[in-house]
């Protein structure tokens, strides 16, 4: 199976994250920063042609040979489709209509989640908002995994079947480490999502159904697009629990590479946060960064300091004191 991965415990830190006071620190320093915290115009655009793109290829797959559409399903789908959740993030934070008209965002996020194939956009949004609150808060962010997840994929073979099966750790950790009750929201999105799928079974038979979820299941699992899951936030270097890429496949990605930057500005849609690094280069080039995400693959798999257990974690006090 592999050496076992050298960590045995998460990497328990005492100080509040640093995104906080660097937004303190840039906004006093850059006002002019503000000014990006306004909608992306082109988001609703660029999802709807999207969720089209995925609707033809439907029409097209449905006469394939199975391991064709496996294959279109990896190579394009799995694009698309991990693209368009890429787009429900930015929707979550209300980047294609603003704060004032979160309904809208709410829903353009249901359409965006149309060819994920099952409903996923208004849970994210549920338990996005702890992420960035409670970046790596204990029993409150559900993006690091649990204690399970740290013992076992603890292999480079394990880790590698982690990484393969990250939609469903994605799905059912949120019910583990956090659960909460079902909003009408997510009623309404899984109903939605049900008449959507039907509704191409019924018109185009099996195999687009397949397809479509397919396209997540590999598009989200062992993926070179899925290496931002683990460029995020996993700890690469000790003390750095975020970690910002500025390669090329932010061009698809809705700019989730820029991640420091997010995470100091959640309120900045991804169109403009590479203006963000441009405005107060001072607070960013000097940081770690990553170069390729499938060479962050790579090295997660291989190097025994990197695993499930490579997280930052804190425990805050609104959690403990159940204020």
Same mark, same amino acid.
């Given at each position: 199976?592999?050496?076992?991965?050298?960590?045995?415990?998460?990497?328990w830190v005492?100080?509040?994250?640093?995104?906080?006071q660097?937004?303190?620190?840039?906004?006093?320093k850059?006002?002019?920063?503000?000014?990006?915290?306004?909608?992306?115009?082109?988001?609703?655009?660029?999802?709807?042609?999207?969720?089209?793109?995925?609707?033809?290829?439907?029409?097209?797959?449905?006469?394939?040979?199975?391991?064709?559409?496996?294959?279109?399903a990896?190579?394009?789908?799995?694009?698309v489709?991990?693209?368009?959740?890429?787009a429900?993030?930015?929707?979550?934070?209300?980047a294609?209509?603003?704060?004032?008209?979160?309904?809208?965002?709410r829903?353009?996020? $249901?359409?965006?989640?149309?060819?994920?194939?099952v409903?996923?956009?208004?849970?994210?949004?549920?338990?996005?908002?702890?992420?960035h609150?409670?970046?790596?808060?204990?029993?409150?962010d559900?993006?690091v995994?649990?204690?399970?997840?740290?013992?076992?994929?603890?292999?480079?073979?394990?880790?590698?079947?982690?990484? $393969?099966?990250?939609p469903?750790?994605?799905?059912?950790?949120?019910?583990?480490?956090?659960?909460?009750a $079902?909003?009408r929201?997510?009623?309404?999105?899984?109903?939605v999502?049900?008449?959507?799928?039907?509704?191409?079974?019924?018109?185009?038979?099996?195999?687009?159904?397949?397809?479509?979820?397919?396209?997540?299941?590999?598009?989200?699992?062992?993926?070179?697009?899925?290496?931002?899951?683990?460029?995020?936030?996993?700890?690469?270097?000790?003390?750095?629990?975020?970690?910002?890429?500025?390669g090329?496949?932010?061009?698809?990605?809705?700019?989730?590479?820029?991640h420091v930057?997010?995470?100091?500005?959640?309120s900045?849609?991804?169109c403009?946060?590479?203006?963000?690094?441009?405005?107060?280069?001072?607070?960013?080039?000097?940081?770690?960064?990553?170069?390729?995400?499938?060479?962050?693959?790579?090295?997660?798999?291989f190097?025994?300091?990197?695993g499930?257990?490579?997280?930052?974690?804190?425990?805050?006090?609104?959690?403990?004191?159940?204020?």
């Amino acid at each position: 199976m592999g050496n076992s991965a050298g960590r045995s415990d998460f990497e328990w830190v005492y100080t509040d994250q640093p995104h906080t006071q660097r937004r303190k620190e840039i906004l006093a320093k850059y006002p002019a920063i503000k000014a990006l915290m306004r909608p992306d115009p082109n988001l609703k655009w660029t999802v709807l042609a999207m969720v089209l793109a995925q609707l033809l290829a439907c029409w097209l797959v449905r006469g394939l040979a199975w391991r064709w559409l496996l294959f279109w399903a990896y190579t394009l789908g799995g694009c698309v489709n991990h693209s368009l959740t890429l787009a429900i993030h930015d929707i979550s934070h209300n980047a294609a209509f603003g704060t004032g008209c979160a309904a809208r965002n709410r829903w353009l996020a $249901v359409f965006a989640n149309l060819p994920v194939g099952v409903p996923y956009a208004a849970s994210f949004k549920k338990y996005h908002v702890d992420h960035h609150r409670y970046l790596g808060g204990d029993g409150l962010d559900v993006d690091v995994p649990t204690r399970l997840e740290g013992w076992f994929f603890c292999t480079p073979t394990r880790k590698v079947l982690w990484l $393969v099966l990250q939609p469903f750790f994605y799905s059912l950790r949120p019910l583990c480490v956090h659960p909460r009750a $079902v909003t009408r929201m997510e009623v309404l999105n899984a109903l939605v999502q049900l008449a959507a799928d039907v509704a191409i079974f019924a018109l185009w038979g099996l195999k687009p159904v397949v397809y479509l979820l397919a396209s997540s299941f590999l598009g989200l699992g062992l993926h070179p697009i899925s290496g931002h899951f683990v460029a995020e936030h996993y700890m690469f270097l000790k003390g750095h629990e975020t970690y910002s890429y500025y390669g090329p496949l932010n061009w698809i990605t809705f700019n989730v590479g820029y991640h420091v930057e997010h995470h100091d500005f959640p309120s900045i849609p991804g169109c403009n946060l590479p203006l963000v690094r441009k405005i107060a280069p001072e607070y960013y080039d000097h940081l770690p960064q990553h170069y390729s995400w499938v060479r962050v693959l790579w090295d997660f798999v291989f190097q025994d300091s990197l695993g499930p257990y490579a997280r930052v974690k804190r425990v805050y006090r609104l959690a403990k004191d159940g204020l």
